[in-house]
T-cell receptor, first 113, second 108 residues
Framework: GAGVSQSPRYKVAKRGQDVALRCDPI?????LFWYQQALGQGPEFLTY????????KSGLPSDRFFAERPEGSVSTLKIQRTQQEDSAVYLC???????????FGPGTRLTVT | GIQVEQSPPDLILQEGANSTLRCNFS?????LQWFHQNPWGQLINLFY???GTKQNGRLSATTVATERYSLLYISSSQTTDSGVYFC??????????FGKGTTLSVSS
């Protein structure tokens, strides 16, 4: 079946612009995660949804970062007033249930100039 | 929080060689996954292995949860095995905590 998909794959934003990154999880997966991966590092947790409920947002680096999953499937990660330090790959993952195996999308590479 | 350490950080092999990658973690875990991140950045699931041993073709993995480590074995390596191998664990929460990875380069 189809895996996790993300769009856009690449995004270039000028500093101060707002961006929206989309994630389509595997159909039927209840849990959805966002991670941020800086160059040369492992992914780091940002936020977690179970269905439409955002149960953990402890990894969001500032209040400029906002995520939603209004109907319990597609999720959007929004970054307001982008800064250069926001440049990274943003990865989405989904799992059938809490603590089950997580499957990752191809990521969105964000470059802030 | 829990610490995840991977070794070696870098590994260079000739095609056909075998290798062992290690992941140590500092506390008990509920979940452990091994991933291969290919040169295009895609994280590919290799094993979901909180304990025990699994094999998939030329790859196998063993997790000894009581001693807090996991091993990934790659036999008869191929150039397509090149990339970064990540170990990631879940402890009390929900998020995967990743190690820094092992970068593998296989030359023909």
């Amino acid at each position: 079946g189809a895996g996790v998909s993300q769009s856009p794959r690449y995004k270039v934003a000028k500093r101060g612009q707002d961006v929206a990154l989309r994630c389509d999880p595997i159909s039927g997966h209840v849990s959805l995660f966002w991670y941020q991966q800086a160059l040369g590092q492992g992914p780091e947790f940002l936020t977690y949804f179970q269905n439409e409920a955002q149960l953990d947002k402890s990894g969001l680096p500032s209040d400029r970062f906002f995520a939603e999953r209004p109907e319990g499937s597609v999720s959007t990660l929004k970054i307001q007033r982008t800064q250069q330090e926001d440049s990274a790959v943003y990865l989405c993952a989904s799992s059938l249930a809490l603590r089950n195996e997580q499957y990752f999308g191809p990521g969105t590479r964000l470059t802030v100039t | 929080g829990i610490q995840v350490e991977q070794s070696p950080p870098d590994l260079i092999l000739q095609e056909g060689a075998n290798s062992t990658l290690r992941c140590n973690f500092s506390d008990s875990v509920n979940n452990l996954q091994w991933f291969h991140q290919n040169p295009w950045g895609q994280l590919i699931n290799l094993f979901y292995i909180p304990s025990g041993t699994k094999q998939n073709g030329r790859l196998s993995a063993t997790t000894v949860a009581t001693e807090r480590y996991s091993l990934l074995y790659i036999s008869s390596s191929q150039t397509t095995d090149s990339g970064v191998y990540f170990c990631a664990v879940v402890r009390a929460g929900t998020a995967l905590i990743f190690g820094k990875g092992t970068t593998l380069s296989v030359s023909s």
